[in-house]
């Protein structure tokens, strides 16, 4: 079996999304089009943001129906990219805290999609 290289994002506006991803994560969409964006990250993997109205088949899942996981390495770096993603105005679904498995929030993107930040637990 192969390894999955990519994560599609049903969205209501590639274009609009495409704007949010590229201030977000520092980074200019290789593909861009009314209907679909990519972006090529760091680690290789891809995000594509594809138009929920023009996907085929047609796309089940409603608004939100995804969730993105950013890997930091400390509890800090989980609370500065809280205080910076909402000072730009960024939904938090879930403010800092701490689960079994490390120091998280979650903030949404403009479709609803959660965005986790984490740094795991040591141990």
């Not at 089009?33 to 995000?47: K, N």
């Not at 770096?77 to 730009?88: C, E, S, T």
Request: overall charge negative.
């Amino acid at each position: 079996m192969t390894d999955p290289n990519m994560t599609i994002l049903y969205v209501d506006s590639p274009v609009a999304s495409a704007a949010f991803y590229s201030e977000l994560l520092d980074k200019t969409p290789v593909e861009a089009s009314p209907t679909f964006a990519l972006f090529v990250l760091h680690s290789g993997s891809q995000l594509g943001l594809w138009s929920r109205h023009t996907v085929e088949p047609a796309a089940t899942v409603g608004a939100g129906g995804g969730e993105l996981a950013f890997s930091v390495s400390d509890n800090d770096q989980v609370q500065a990219l809280h205080d910076a993603w909402r000072a730009r105005g960024l939904v938090i679904a879930q403010a800092p805290t701490t689960l079994d498995f490390g120091h998280t929030f979650v903030a949404l993107d403009p479709d609803g999609h959660r965005l986790r930040v984490y740094a795991l637990s040591e141990g």
